[in-house]
Structures are given as C-alpha cells and as structure tokens.
C-alpha cells in the first residue's frame, strides 16, 4: 500500500514489468522448442525411444524415457540461461530501485549503467552462473515431473482427445494439471538459488553480497535461517500453478495442431 500511495498503480506494482514480459516470451519459445529438439534428438540416437516432433509423447511403447526428457530439459535450460539471465537482471534492480525516478529511461538505462559499471562481459552475464545453476535442474524437474504425471493420468483411450485414468480427464485437463504441479514443484526446488541469484545481481561490484551461490546461501541463512532461503516462497508457488498450466496448455495444443 506504502508503494502504491507514493508511485501509483502502474509504477508501483508494475515496475520492471516490459523485461520479463518480453524475456517471457523468449523463454517459453526456447525452453519448449530446445527441449522437443534435444528430446527429438535423443530419441533418434536410442532405437525403439520415440523421436517425433511433440512435447509429449503418448503414453505406453514408443514414449521417451524419463532419463531422455531430464536430459532434454537440462539441455534446454542452457538455452535458457543465456535469456534470462539479460532479463532478469535487469527485472531485479528496477524492483529493488526503490523509485521510478532511479532508472527514467527504463531497461535501456539499467543495461548502459551495468555496462559501464562492469564492461560487457560480466556487465551482461552477472548472475548467469547462477540462474544455469537454477534452470538445468529446474528444468530437468519440470519436463521430467510433467512428463511422468502426464503418463500416470493420461492414459490414451480410443476417443480422440480424451484421455483415461483415474476419472477419465480430458487431455487439456491432464495438461492444466500435470503443468501447474510440475512448475510448483519446480520453484519449491530451485527458490534458495533464486533467492540468492536475486542478491548477486542486485548486488553492486565489490559489496558482501557481490560472491558466489555458496557463500550467499551461508550469508541468507545467518540472516534467517530458511526463511531467509525461501523468501517469497508462498506468492511464488500461487503464480507457479497457473502460468505453468497455461504454458503447457498452449503448447500442447501447438504441438496437436502442428502433428
């Protein structure tokens, strides 16, 4: 409310929003696409594993292994690093700027000054070690959770589209589902990297909270313990269900549109 009556709806909760609406949109063509060619790869290098062009492969023979699709997601979230790392950098010192009035020109501004502070190299990757070490399990957790609870309620009947387990979901139901409790299931693994990979890019060069994950995870957890690890971990995980949902939903029916 504090933010609100100083800057107003639009600057106080929506400050650093073009970033990540725009890495956003990167992020879901990369991670996805990355993925189903690695896994498509994969599949072609091991006989008898399934190699097509879909996400997901239908359940029962022919369907990818789960070590092909944990593989396949931590590939994917190399990808993804090098995109979110930019974006989020630049998302994460225009919310904890305290002000509009700190960055006036908007991300254009936050990217010159991290240049000119650190040159271009580590200007533009600080924090990327970081978020690989966040997105390559996390990303491994997410395709591979997706994928084997996919399987477990998505059972293929004879009706097209329709899917069978224990009550007979649709395949766009089984996608909501299966999605949102991957990406949950995602975040609650990776929020103490997050968390510290956050402080290291809003950290200024030199600072004691300018150093590696281990040494940030040792300072987070002096400061206060597990809370400290899992700041923002309640309005991360509501936000997680529904935004991986939609992801998957929408790929999905990409994917079925496509094949």
């Avoid at 930019?86 to 000054?113: D, F, H, I, N, W």
């Avoid at 968390?195 to 281990?214: H, Y």
């Avoid at 809370?227 to 999905?252: H, I, K």
Wanted: hydrophobic share 45%; charged share 15%; with cysteine.
């Amino acid at each position: 409310m504090k933010l609100l009556r100083q800057e107003g709806l639009r600057q106080g909760l929506f400050r650093g929003l073009s970033s990540p609406l725009v890495g956003g949109t990167l992020e879901t063509g990369v991670n996805y696409l990355v993925y189903s060619r690695v896994l498509s790869l994969l599949g072609s290098l091991a006989p008898g594993a399934a190699a097509g062009g879909s996400v997901s492969a239908p359940a029962g023979s022919g369907a990818p292994p789960l070590s092909h699709v944990a593989g396949a997601g931590a590939v994917a979230g190399v990808a993804l690093s090098f995109i979110l790392g930019p974006t989020e950098l630049v998302k994460c010192r225009m919310q904890v700027a305290g002000s509009s009035a700190r960055y006036p020109g908007g991300p254009l501004q936050v990217l010159r000054e991290a240049v000119a502070s650190e040159g271009w190299v580590r200007g533009l990757t600080r924090g990327l070690g970081a978020t690989m070490a966040r997105e390559v399990p996390g990303n491994a957790v997410f395709f591979t959770s997706y994928e084997a609870a996919r399987r477990f309620l998505g059972r293929t009947s004879d009706a097209p589209g329709v899917t069978t387990g224990g009550v007979g979901l649709p395949e766009a139901i089984t996608a909501v589902l299966c999605g949102g409790a991957a990406g949950t299931l995602m975040w609650a693994l990776v929020l103490p990297i997050d968390v510290a990979k956050t402080r290291l890019q809003t950290a200024s060069p030199g600072s004691p909270w300018d150093v590696g994950l281990l040494r940030q995870w040792a300072m987070l957890w002096r400061e206060g313990g597990l809370r400290s690890l899992y700041a923002g971990l309640s309005p991360t995980l509501v936000r997680a269900f529904p935004a991986n949902a939609c992801q998957w939903l929408a790929w999905e029916g990409i994917m079925r549109g496509l094949g």
